[in-house]
């Protein structure tokens, strides 16, 4: 399987910045192999940057989409329209869930027309600090789990990308924490074991789960040895080219 290393962008740089940087990585990146390497701009800059970017060396994800095709869903952008111009998506980012109150019934409609639209649907799941402190992390691990994977179909779960990010270690959030590798471990093992009961062996081992929590370069390789991990999604660290380049090279070191 190969290591996938996501940068995040947040509502961040307008498409000029955005253009400016990705030129700048490109320039950078050699052709991994064993590396994928996706950054999520903002919707605007989908469009120009999918045009501009080289396929074989990085991939696009938008960071949200709406999941009707069309209609009178004013300010949506939806996966159909995306269709085409990005490889991924992020969908459930707990951003989203908190500031914009998607549940996970609305995730579950994007995850499905995310695989209709033939986008890998990225799903976030993860606790926040109170729901750790009240022991309830299992449950809502498997909550967002089996509520966001509902409308996917067996023979479609091999298309989809699963992030643990725990609400209390994302850099933007107040008093953010830095998760051990130990925490990350156990919960990860908990979303395999979860998916096992679901779908069966085969489908857990092969669903590529990504840590996301305030990554940066100091920590990434810690991460990337977690057993079970297969890849960074990372917010802030994504922003500053130099950081996000190191963690790409630390992706490679520990594949090889
Ligand atoms: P962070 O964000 O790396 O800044 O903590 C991660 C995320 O929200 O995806």
Known sequence: MKTF????????????EASIYLHKLQKKLPNYRDVEVVVAPSTIA??????????????????NAFYRDYGAFTGETSFSQLRGVVDYCIIGHSERRYIFGEDDKMVAKKMEAAVRNKITPILCIGET????SFGETADVIRDQL????RDV?????????IAYEPVWAISSGKNAKIASPDEVAEVVKLIRKTLEEIYGEKVAENMPVLFGGSVNPSNAGAYLTVPGVNGLLIGGASLILSEFAD?????K???S
């Open 146 to 149: 089996l509520g966001g994977l």
């Open 153 to 161: 179909s067996e023979e479609d779960i091999d298309k989809v990308l």
């Open 247 to 251: 963690i790409l090279e630390i992706a």
């Open 5 to 16: 290393i996501v940068g995040n962008w947040k509502l961040n740089f307008n498409v000029g």
């Open 129 to 132: 600090e109170s729901e750790r």
């Open 46 to 63: 989908l469009q120009p940057l999918s045009l501009q970017i080289d396929r074989h060396k990085m991939k696009l994800a938008a960071q």
């Open 253 to 255: 070191r520990v594949r």
